[in-house]
Nanobody, 125 residues
Framework: QVQLVESGGGLVGTEDSLRLSCVASTRTFNSYTLAWFRQAPGKEREFVAG????????AYTDSAKGRFMVSKDSAAQTLSLQMGSLKPEDTAVYYCAAREGTARIPASAREYPWWGQGTQVIVSS
């Protein structure tokens, strides 16, 4: 069982940077694979980036590669997403998600049982 709370969203301009955080409340933080998803109005929730439970491997969707960086701080039980060179198409509600164990970082939202409430990111053109 894990509770997730995101923060850090806001209104920014094109090419700006923004850092999202997700604090996890659990006794076994390092047993969870963690991921960021986003959902734009009228679209399905999509995988953005993730980090594995065991060896901190990371994975990114193609549009995030080279612009976003996912990381986690085990001591602070926090997952972060550093976003740079933001574009209007990055506008969405960003969600933190967790699943127990494994080295896999699934891109399907169905494989993550636990979710945060989301934080809104708006990138103006």
């Amino acid at each position: 069982q894990v509770q997730l709370v995101e923060s850090g969203g806001g209104l920014v301009g094109t090419e700006d940077s923004l850092r999202l955080s997700c604090v996890a409340s659990t006794r076994t933080f390092n047993s969870y694979t963690l991921a960021w998803f986003r959902q734009a109005p009228g679209k399905e929730r999509e995988f953005v980036a993730g980090i594995s439970a065991s060896d901190r491997r990371t994975a990114y969707t193609d549009s995030a590669k080279g612009r976003f960086m996912v990381s986690k701080d085990s001591a602070a039980q926090t997952l972060s997403l550093q976003m740079g060179s933001l574009k209007p198409e990055d506008t969405a509600v960003y969600y933190c998600a967790a699943r127990e164990g494994t080295a896999r970082i699934p891109a399907s939202a169905r494989e993550y049982p636990w979710w945060g409430q989301g934080t809104q990111v708006i990138v103006s053109s």
